[in-house]
Nanobody, 121 residues
Framework: VQLQASGGGLVQPGGSLRLSCAAS????????MGWFRQAPGKERESVAA????????RYADSVKGRFTISRDNAKNTVYLQMAFLKPEDTAKYYC???????????????WGQGTQVTVSS
């Protein structure tokens, strides 16, 4: 499975960004997806997760109400819509895929290369 994340950039506090992650190498409906982030000097943390059909989603408390994860199985793509961004959202964001489980605690064997999000005025 190959994952290609895109959509990061520099945004002002309060702004919005949408990240995309395109998957290939396996039927997308086989894959549960997650978004993670890692800031310099901090551990990687789960941001959001979505199950195979998109009927189930999970969010970190720090992003609930601001971020939305979604997927388009016809386009083999998962999205992370981020709104009301804060400086503490600054991190490298990674998409990940799993086959047999989903959620923040799932084991994700497949990872994308990451896309940088910087929230600053």
């Amino acid at each position: 499975v190959q994952l290609q994340a895109s959509g990061g950039g520099l945004v002002q506090p309060g702004g919005s960004l949408r990240l995309s992650c395109a998957a290939s190498g396996r039927p997308f409906s086989d894959l549960a997806m997650g978004w993670f982030r890692q800031a310099p000097g901090k551990e990687r943390e789960s941001v959001a997760a979505i199950n195979w059909s998109g009927s189930g989603t999970r969010y970190a408390d720090s992003v609930k109400g601001r971020f939305t994860i979604s997927r388009d199985n016809a386009k083999n793509t998962v999205y992370l819509q981020m709104a009301f961004l804060k400086p503490e959202d600054t991190a490298k964001y990674y998409c990940a895929a799993a086959v047999f489980e989903w959620g923040a605690q799932a084991r994700y064997p497949y990872w994308g290369q990451g896309t940088q999000v910087t929230v600053s005025s």
